[in-house]
């Protein structure tokens, strides 16, 4: 069965950081794209950002809302996602979603380009 | 690209046809994705391609559309489907949501 299990969430203060992980089995991890979606209380999902794999270089694309204090990696050898995020505000309190992207080469993809699945997600709340 | 979603909520019956609309600001050929979730869980994926089912997806959920506008029908609501529905889009970067359409029991 494929799966996602984030964790790392909590109460941060206003500036602080923190490190979400998300931990991927039942499918070849080292394949797939990586993305962060996160959902504030009562609000729709935002997408936060990308991970390629190792064939695209693990290369990383953010929201504008996040780049510059986000960051995405990923250890294949532990079939891990990381979401480091620095100087978080207020406004970052949300459930964040570890979620499986694509499976592509460096010239085509042989997945679609949907979100599926998705972790259970894991609460952060940005608070002093 | 931003997605609207129309309407943001509908009340309806089990065994109503339901139809959400979400329309781009820019062509995003088929690539446009549909999610379902339900109150404190994962959003859960559906349809790609605009139009294609996730194998396990009931047949009454349906989707069409290209460019700019496109929809997502329920052709027989269940008690099941009361949730609230994201389009997503997945032409470019980055990769936006609608603001979603929550179905609530009438």
């Known amino acids: 069965e494929v799966q996602l299990a984030e964790s790392g969430g909590g109460l941060v203060q206003p500036g602080g950081s923190l490190r979400l992980s998300c931990a991927a089995s039942?499918?070849?991890?080292?394949?797939?794209?990586m993305d962060w979606v996160r959902q504030a209380p009562g609000k729709g999902l935002e997408w936060v950002g990308r991970?390629?794999?190792?064939?695209?270089?693990?290369?990383?694309t953010y929201a504008a809302s996040v780049k510059g204090r986000f960051t995405i990696s990923r250890d294949d050898s532990k079939n891990s996602l990381y979401l480091q995020m620095n100087s978080l505000k207020t406004e970052d309190t949300a459930v964040y979603y570890c979620?499986?992207?694509?499976?592509?080469?460096?010239?085509?993809?042989?997945?679609?380009?949907?979100?599926?699945?998705w972790g259970q997600g894991t609460l952060v709340t940005v608070s002093s | 690209i931003q997605l609207t979603q129309s309407p943001s909520s509908l009340s309806a019956s089990v065994g109503d046809r339901v139809t959400i609309t979400c329309r781009a600001s820019?062509?995003?050929?088929?690539?446009l994705a549909w999610y379902q979730q339900k109150p404190g869980k994962a959003p859960k994926f559906l349809i790609y391609?605009?139009?294609t089912l996730q194998s396990g997806v009931p047949s009454r959920f349906s989707g069409s559309g290209s460019g700019t506008d496109f929809t997502l029908t329920i052709s027989s609501l269940q008690p099941e489907d009361f949730a609230t529905y994201y389009c997503?889009?997945?032409?470019?970067?980055?990769?936006?949501f609608g603001g979603g359409t929550k179905v609530e029991i009438k």
């Open positions: 820019q062509g995003i050929s088929s690539y």
């Open positions: 997503q889009q997945l032409n470019s970067y980055p990769l936006t």
């Open positions: 979620t499986r992207g694509p499976y592509c080469s460096s010239t085509t993809c042989y997945s679609g380009r949907w979100f599926d699945p």
């Open positions: 991970i390629t794999n190792k064939a695209n270089s693990y290369t990383t």
């Open positions: 039942g499918f070849t991890f080292s394949d797939h794209y």
């Open positions: 391609a605009a139009s």
